[in-house]
């Protein structure tokens, strides 16, 4: 009889930062004198202040990449959308959502043959839509050697490199801010994915990099701060779906390594997942299941165009759902936006294909009964979990929070922990958890461009939910996105 092999590092952190009520009750409360600035502050003298901002009204352009083009980018990704004052502070929010207002993610880019901007890497500092001058250079062998010579990467003339800087999170969330932060960054990149084509351009999230050598040449602090991924951009008449087919890589499984005190888990689990050179994927990796649901989606999709960057520029949370039902055309169009079919040109949404499974917990969708259901991107088609009202126990599972037990549905990802990490390792954690943002920033869009509202939900009782859902307690609930009428 084989010996069930020991967990790995993953899944002893996603135990280890699991809600439960009692967890929740016996939080000590927030210490806002020592909440972290939500930007770093640049000393260095140079900037170059960019042009497509939130005053921009010009039509898109095309021909080779430029700065106004650059800008427009960077501003639909991670701009500031709306400043509000309040008593000793201001609050910045962003074109992309974060847990708690937090903002984690640091944004920086790489630039090489662009005119008006000096060869080299810059941090976007989006108080003022400009450019840091990190360091000067041709950075471009460096990236493609850290990239295993991705493909993309010698087309472009621009790399955006995501970090996280976790202690802005783990202020509020503790060790479990890591699974906010990758969510976060995921959000940050999904709206690049969506803002890219408007003028042009594809961006290709490339997950898989050398983290020591982008680390180095970053001159990042491995405890407080770490690289998440990293995207090409690339012009528009390159083959941009062949320049997508990169391999995926694997790391070491950590299943020996002793856990670490609370609140030394981030830096333990983000190094656990780090490449240093390209291990190919031995393990069979999780395939998806080839029949296709009993109910057909609508998948009328959503067309491209300005209405997506003037969509991005006005996103909100949504705090409160009002009553009300969403047709079932409603949930079928956005999750076709959501989820594009193979061989569409907005798969650059996947980091890694089939790890993710998704459910879809239905309360006020008509023509659908109330339940809970599969969902297969492939076929676009659900299949019935349980049927009645799930308004209950969503609530309680989403932490009490209203949106949970209002929301018209909710798209959830889970994903079979020890089965993925078999076969990626570790570094599976990190890209499922980037995957779910990008795919919960594409529902968000979807949903406020119907004229619905959603508001994404990263602290629920872990448990709880597998219960809902019926999956293992081994699979990891990674994301939850609800989706309702605004009140």
Not at 367 to 389: A, I, P
Not at 401 to 420: M, W
Not at 452 to 472: Q, T
Request: proline share 8%; with cysteine; glycine share 10%.
């Amino acid at each position: 009889m084989a010996i069930p092999a020991a967990p790995s590092l993953s899944e002893r952190y996603q135990d280890a930062t699991k809600y439960s009520p009692s967890s929740v009750q016996g939080h000590p409360g927030l210490d806002f004198s020592a909440q972290p600035p939500p930007f770093k502050e640049w000393h260095q003298a140079r900037r170059v202040v960019l042009a497509g901002g939130p005053t921009d009204d010009s039509p898109p352009s095309a021909g080779p990449m430029d700065a106004m083009r650059l800008g427009r980018l960077l501003y639909h990704a991670y701009g500031v959308t709306l400043v509000r004052e309040f008593p000793g502070m201001s609050m910045h929010y962003r074109a992309a959502p974060s847990a708690g207002g937090l903002y984690p993610t640091e944004l920086y880019v790489a630039v090489h043959g662009i005119d008006g901007i000096p060869d080299g890497i810059f941090a976007y500092d989006a108080r003022d839509h400009s450019l840091v001058v990190c360091w000067e250079g041709d950075f471009w062998a460096d990236l493609s050697a850290c990239t295993f010579e991705h493909p993309a990467v010698a087309k472009a003339r621009v790399v955006l490199i995501g970090t996280g800087v976790y202690q802005r999170s783990a202020w509020r969330y503790g060790d479990r801010a890591y699974r906010r932060v990758l969510l976060d960054t995921g959000h940050v990149f999904g709206n690049a994915v969506l803002a890219a084509p408007q003028d042009g351009l594809h961006v290709v999230p490339i997950p898989y990099f050398v983290d020591d050598g982008i680390a180095g040449l970053m001159l990042l602090d491995a405890e407080n701060e770490g690289a998440l991924l990293l995207a090409a951009v690339v012009e528009a008449g390159d083959d941009a779906p062949a320049l997508r087919e990169a391999p995926a890589y694997a790391s070491p499984i950590d299943r020996e390594s002793h856990d670490p005190d609370d609140g030394a888990w981030i830096p333990l689990v983000h190094g656990a997942g780090n490449i240093a050179r390209p291990m190919p994927v031995e393990a069979e990796a999780p395939q998806p299941e080839v029949a296709p649901g009993e109910i057909a989606l609508p998948d009328d999709p959503l067309a491209g165009g300005r209405a997506v960057l003037s969509a991005i520029r006005r996103r909100r949370s949504t705090r409160v759902f009002a009553a009300g039902d969403i047709p079932i055309e409603g949930l079928g169009r956005i999750l076709a936006h959501a989820y594009p079919r193979p061989g569409s040109p907005d798969t650059d949404a996947y980091l890694l294909r089939d790890v993710l499974q998704t459910h879809i917990v239905v309360a006020g969708v008509s023509g659908l009964r109330s339940g809970v259901y599969r969902f297969d991107e492939r076929t676009h088609t659900l299949t019935t979990v349980q049927t009645g009202s799930p308004r209950d126990a969503l609530h309680r599972s989403c932490l009490w929070q209203e949106l949970g037990r209002d929301a018209a549905f909710g798209v959830l990802h889970t994903l079979d922990l020890p089965k993925a990490v078999a076969a990626y390792g570790e570094r599976v954690y990190r890209t499922a958890h980037l995957e779910a943002g990008l795919i919960g920033q594409r529902l968000n869009m979807a949903a406020l461009r119907l004229g619905y509202g959603a508001s994404g939900i990263g602290g629920f009782f872990d448990e709880f939910l597998n219960a809902l859902l019926m999956v293992p307690q081994t699979h990891a609930v990674a994301y939850v996105t609800t989706i309702g009428v605004p009140e």
